[in-house]
């Protein structure tokens, strides 16, 4: 790192880091950290057309670091920052900056988003910006980042992050301040890969997939990796022209494997490559879309996904820490996806242990919190196309945590009771009561002392001027235990007036993988997902 930062210095004249350019967003209102490189020892001096001013001296590496009073929601602005060399930046908005990570969806392009000709028309909001970070999986803390601020048009739009994009575009619309879009995503990635090393260590999935890796690097080399890609491309070309011929679907093309050391999987790379640069640039707050990867780390166990609230909980925290703020952070919990549920409760599941453990840590780590997205999902695609309503119901939530607007927010399970044989649902969110999205209440399921779950009926009985759900089965006399949603892709249609779903949830703490052995020995007993009312 110290190398790389000198290598920076040398080259000469003042430089801000990357995320300093033309038609940035700087955080309004603070004092924000201003940082690059330049000659050792030079003393450099940044300055906003505002009014603000701040100097700093280059240390031996050459990095330097102010901390610059910023102004109101408002602009254009330049900054200037002077040396021997002077740059001046120019198109600077002051408004509320948002850091959009995870894996495929947070990165999944307007482009790829339903009625993209449409959006690109409409995309006429020049004080939202976006910044994307580009790929960089490494084993040490990258000093910069590559990337460059866009401003929002019919021609840039398209390659934003659409859950980022539609996210700005309503917290822009509803406060009427520039917004900026600070996007570090990266395909098919876990937790770990954004998390610091230092702080899994002892976390036995990280030490798991480390180890395989390490192992894997220890025979790789470039040139064995490109004879057995040409092998392997050489074998595809083939099998291409087969599948022609008999017109069956064609294989997917082989990749060049690179260092293992240097996967996007590997424990803390993306951390040390698209996060850590960004340290300490001010930010309002965060936004998260990930957990797909984690669910399917361990397919036969559930114990992996349950154990993402520790993973989450330690990245959120580990985050705050390197950005220096106690900053917002707004987590979307995973849509439905794969084929519809059948049973009350399945053994493969998995996708709702990362939802509870989404809310989980929503609910028990401060200022975390999180939108339901169960009826947004497609069955067959693990990128549903509707981000738009995924951008609404987080923007509406940010508004109402962040901002203090009387918006909706997600229903989630408050409290359980047993009473007269029936389970007593009552819920927290912000809204005026709760309704049936069509004829019949669906999706709950109720257990006994046997920890069997069975489809239950369930009602909201509005009492003393709240809705509550009460839940019933004439198969389980002294109700234990209720879920809702408890699947892959769930059968419900439990939502708020305001058309926020209500947030899947068990009120149990069992192992999931023996509740579900229990239902699956009596899933013969099992009525229809649900009953009227």
């Known amino acids: 790192m110290a190398l790389a930062a000198t290598s920076m210095a040398v080259q000469g004249g003042v430089r801000p880091s990357a995320l300093f350019t033309d038609h940035m967003v700087i955080q309004r209102e603070t004092q924000a950290p201003v940082w690059g490189w330049s000659d050792a020892g030079e003393e450099v001096t940044v300055s906003g057309s505002w009014g603000a001013s701040a100097t700093a001296t280059a240390d031996h590496d050459g990095r330097w670091r102010v901390n610059l009073q910023t102004p109101e929601a408002g602009g254009p602005h330049t900054l200037l920052f002077k040396a021997k060399t002077t740059i001046e930046l120019t198109n600077v908005m002051s408004g509320d900056v948002w850091l959009c990570s995870g894996q495929s969806n947070m990165q999944w392009p307007v482009a790829k988003a339903d009625n993209p000709d449409g959006e690109a028309k409409n995309a006429k909001y020049p004080n939202i910006r976006h910044f994307k970070v580009g790929d960089n999986p490494v084993q040490s803390p990258a000093p910069d980042c590559k990337g460059g601020w866009q401003v929002c048009s019919s021609n840039t739009v398209l390659g934003f992050s659409a859950t980022a994009y539609f996210t700005g575009r309503a917290l822009h619309k509803n406060l009427e301040i520039p917004i900026g879009l600070l996007t570090s995503a990266v395909g098919g990635t876990p937790i770990e890969s954004w998390t610091p090393p230092s702080e899994q260590m002892n976390d036995p999935l990280a030490k798991g997939r480390k180890t395989r890796l390490d192992q894997e690097a220890q025979s790789y080399t470039p040139e064995k990796a490109q004879t057995q890609f040409e092998e392997r491309l050489a074998k595809w070309k083939d099998n291409i022209a087969e599948a022609k011929t008999q017109q069956t679907k064609r294989p997917r093309k082989p990749r060049l494997q690179k260092d293992p050391l240097l996967s996007k999987n590997y424990p803390g790379n993306l951390y040390n490559g698209m996060i850590h640069p960004l340290h300490p640039f001010a930010i309002k707050g965060a936004l998260w879309y990930q957990g797909e990867s984690n669910a399917g780390m361990a397919p036969q166990s559930m114990g992996a996904s349950e154990y993402y609230r520790v993973q989450l909980d330690r990245m959120i925290r580990s985050w705050r820490k390197g950005f220096g703020q106690d900053f917002p952070f707004y987590a979307v919990q995973l849509p439905n996806f794969r084929a519809l549920q059948e049973q009350p409760v399945q053994a493969e599941d998995t996708w709702p242990a990362i939802r509870e453990s989404v809310t989980h840590t929503a609910q028990h780590t401060p200022g975390v919190a999180t939108a339901a997205m169960i009826d947004l999902g497609q069955a067959k695609n693990i990128h549903p196309k509707n981000k738009q309503d995924v951008g609404l119901r987080m923007a509406s939530t940010i508004l109402n945590k962040t901002y203090g607007k009387d918006t909706p927010t997600t229903p989630f399970m408050k409290k359980f009771t047993v009473e007269g044989g029936k389970g007593i649902i009552t819920f927290d969110y912000s ?6 999205k069509g004829d019949e209440l669906k999706g709950f399921a109720i257990a006994g002392a046997d920890k069997t779950f069975v489809w239950a009926d369930a009602e909201i009985v509005r009492q003393n001027g709240a809705d509550r759900v009460e839940v019933s089965s004439k198969q389980v006399k002294e109700p234990v235990a209720v879920r809702y949603g408890w699947a892959d892709n769930p059968v419900c249609n439990l939502t708020s007036r305001e058309g ?25 007993a ?8």
């Open 500 to 524: 926020f779903p209500a947030s899947p949830f068990r009120t149990d703490r069992w192992d999931l993988k023996e509740a579900s052995a229990a239902g699956s020995a009596k899933k013969d």
């Open 431 to 436: 809204g005026s009561g709760l309704m049936v």
């Open 526 to 533: 099992a009525t229809s997902p649900g009953k009227k009312k």
